[in-house]
């Protein structure tokens, strides 16, 4: 039985009993395979149009990056709609531009509309440690304003020392549509329970084993069997190589994050007054937020690979304690590792295998906001719509340098040289 790493937020989620394993032979009108953010919002929007779903989980609801991640309900792409723009045709530039926000409005309305309780609060700061990344953070303010975010702030360094209370920044920009939840009560526990109570079945423990394309497409586990009429591929970074051309092109990455014991409220608002979440500028960024029993979650760095570093303390606390030396001595309560799944542009990879297998990957990090959108998208390209799903779906998908072999090698020793820039303030 593959369970819950002991993170925080396993241990402080509503509990429920298990899904049931697939031991069966069924039919449905799409097979789902992960029961993340990205299979459960597509089951949702799914089984709302009423499709016949079935979502097979190799572990538990919510096991991978959808029950580990930072939180943090952050606007855009992993890269921004500047290059989108610089990279793109016209039309599909302005097809991206127009999305480029849509990820965090469906979580609103997914929360209101299932009364879904997952300590909602709204904003999110993007911090500048240079002055270079401030004149970074005013061009992205302006181009978010011409696609329709009206709801940001450039802080100067006496404002951004009125949202968070540390020395390392020089200014910020505050999106007040940003903001940060509970990750599995949001998704993992809001949407697994509206997938079912509608219409959908979902099994955990149900590692797929092999899909066979056709019409209709055959999906195996070790003691059951789905046939369906679509396939969703939406492991991300736990799908390992069930599908060897997704692997190909991508890569798993592992980010750390630490809990500290509970603050109390007014040590915890002494270091964020407005509860905003914030993450910085570089290249491999600090991002952290207070919990909704007052803790701090400070998360950082990459470990290429997804390997788990044997000591997390180790690495985060001094990035927490350069950010908040006010924190010395304190407890940490929870450390986990939760992978990602990094593509060489850092870009989303949608696309279809067949005419009738799909698949939703490679969120690079901006994974919270942009599975949400994803799987709106899929529902509508199943519904005929496809002019949306495919304007991601035509993105290129860049095999990393050296191959599967060296990928990694070649990809840490980019990341060293932008740290590098990033220390220099080049």
Known sequence: MTEHVNSYYAA?????????TLTEQLECDVCVIGAGYTGLSSALHLVEKGYKV?????ARVGFGASGRNGGQIVNSYSRDIDTIEANCPPDQARLL?????????IIRERIQRYNIQCDLQEGGVFAAETEKQLHELK???????????????LLDAKGVREVVASDRYVGALLDKSGGHIHPPQSGAGGRRKRSACR???????????????GQPALVKTA????????IVVAGNAYLGNLVPELASKSMPCGTQVIATEVLGEERARSLLPQNYCLEDCNYLLDYYRTSGDH???YGGGVVYGARDPADIERLIIPKMLKTFPQLAGVKVEYTWTGNFLLTLSRLPQFGRIGPNIYYMQGYSGHGVTCTHLAGKLLSEVLSGQAERFDAFAK????????????RIPFTAAGAAWYTLRDRLGV
Request: hydrophobic letters at 40%.
């Open 12 to 20: 402080s989620a509503n509990k429920h009993a298990p899904y049931p």
């Open 54 to 58: 079935v979502v097979l989980e190799a």
């Open 97 to 105: 531009g127009s999305m480029l926000f849509e990820g965090g409005q």
């Open 139 to 153: 061009a992205q303010q302006a181009r978010w304003q011409q696609w329709g975010n009206e709801q940001l702030e």
């Open 199 to 213: 219409g959908g079945q979902i099994f955990e423990q149900s590692a797929v084993t092999s899909i066979t394309p």
């Open 223 to 230: 003691k059951g069997a789905v046939k369906a009429r679509f």
């Open 295 to 297: 803790r701090l979650l």
């Open 395 to 406: 993105l290129p998908h860049y095999p990393f340098p050296g191959g599967r072999l060296f």
